[in-house]
């Protein structure tokens, strides 16, 4: 990578600021689901959470988007073809594209490493 600004997925940088994410959100709906008594005090918690979870995580969405207009980090879309290269080359090396991804950065100039 050629600059300094780490390239996240959304998932990634809520992880890494300790953030709500969608699947939290799935998460307290499924279990919740699964467990509802039937009373309405639950009912009503359960509501309340659900919509603390939510609102949570559109922040979570925001402050993501406001990072990335800020330059502090950079989204898996804005890669470049020979960043993308070497995300690949640096897997298994018995996986096919992994092997073509080294033959492709050997053909521009950039062996991979052995």
């Known amino acids: ?9 959304l998932a990634q940088w809520a992880h890494a600021n ?6 939290d959100v799935a998460s307290h709906i499924h279990a919740g689901l699964r467990s509802m008594p039937t009373t309405k005090t639950y009912a009503r918690w359960n509501a309340r959470e659900l919509a603390r979870l939510q609102a949570a995580r559109d922040a979570t969405h925001t ?7 800020a330059g502090l980090v950079r989204p898996p879309s804005e ?3 020979m960043d993308k290269w070497r995300r690949i080359a640096a897997g298994c090396p018995d ?11 050997a053909k521009r100039g950039e062996p991979w490493p052995a």
């Open 79 to 81: 890669l470049s073809a």
């Open 63 to 69: 402050d993501y988007r406001a990072a990335i207009d």
């Open 1 to 9: 990578m050629t600059d300094d600004v780490p390239t996240m997925t």
């Open 95 to 105: 996986n096919e594209s992994v092997q073509a991804a080294r033959r492709i950065l």
């Open 18 to 23: 300790g953030r709500i994410t969608t699947a």
